[in-house]
């Protein structure tokens, strides 16, 4: 279950936040309260909060400087700042280290169910972010976002291959298609796209396999076929050399980020 972490030295504020979270929750998450930023530290060392609730002024460790420590976790939870009025300036400076929201003291029921619901719209969209991030090899992602800068005959090699990855498709089959030398055409990739074009195919097949890996059900062997491998020995073994894991235990990570995701 996902936690919110409500850290406030005032108990009234605190146990008012927390009662108010639960109520709009239902039981969908669960709300965790800590009087001081050593405790919302110590706590954050055995668990993954997806929202902190801080007051900005606390003894020992201000609001600030407990989202200053935020930043070293893994996964950084988003961050609500409440304040009084008299931190108005301080709080809205917050802002510029990344926290999501701020809440003026007293607080208004309503506007902390929207700030929350909004704060944890942004959690699920950088969740979502991070994954994707894993999914796509930062080669070709670089390379495809350079494409309009490529020579023609290059932008045409991409889409032929593209096209044909599913085939057993090579470095002289692709420039005889675009009436090029192989060799010189071997020279010119390599010089435009930073990748061998033997690596831009490998990078290509098993990020398809990734996507096929992740988005449907079908078996090893179908999804080494559909990635242009001729037998699924060959092709979890080149996997494993990309990904350090098995197409296998690649899918189960993914699902099992899936779970905690939900």
């Known amino acids: 279950m996902k936690h919110i972490l409500v850290v406030d030295d005032e108990p009234r504020t605190r146990e008012g936040i927390r009662k108010t979270l639960e109520m709009w929750s239902s039981g969908g998450y669960r709300i965790e309260v800590a009087s001081s930023g050593m405790e919302a530290l110590a706590w954050l060392d055995a668990h993954e909060a997806s929202?902190?609730?801080?007051?900005?002024?606390?003894?020992?460790?201000?609001?600030?400087?407990?989202?200053?420590?935020?930043?070293?976790?893994?996964?950084?939870?988003?961050?609500?700042?409440?304040?009084?009025?008299?931190?108005?300036?301080?709080?809205?400076?917050?802002?510029?280290?990344?926290?999501?929201?701020y809440l003026l003291k007293p607080l208004d029921k309503t506007k902390l169910v929207q700030a929350v619901e909004t704060a944890l719209e942004r959690e699920a969209w950088n969740d979502r972010m991070e994954k994707m991030q894993k999914l796509v090899d930062p080669k070709l992602l670089e390379t495809v976002q350079e494409e309009k800068v490529y020579s023609p005959q290059v932008q045409k090699a991409l889409q032929y291959v593209d096209e044909h990855l599913q085939e057993s498709v090579s470095l002289r089959e692709t420039a005889e298609h675009l009436h090029m030398n192989a060799s010189y055409f071997s020279v010119h990739f390599k010089e435009q796209t930073g990748l061998t074009f033997s690596d831009y195919i490998t990078r290509s097949r098993i990020q398809r396999a990734k996507q096929l890996l992740t988005s449907t059900r079908l078996s090893v062997a179908e999804i080494a076929q559909q990635a242009g491998y001729q037998t699924s020995k060959y092709f979890v073994k080149v996997f494993r050399a990309m990904e350090n894991v098995s197409p296998g235990q690649y899918r189960q990570q993914w699902l099992d980020d899936e779970q905690k995701i939900q």
């Open 51 to 101: 929202l902190i609730i801080t007051d900005i002024r606390m003894p020992e460790m201000s609001g600030l400087e407990l989202v200053g420590r935020l930043c070293g976790l893994p996964h950084p939870p988003v961050v609500i700042i409440i304040s009084g009025h008299s931190d108005f300036e301080y709080a809205h400076s917050a802002l510029k280290f990344g926290v999501m929201d």
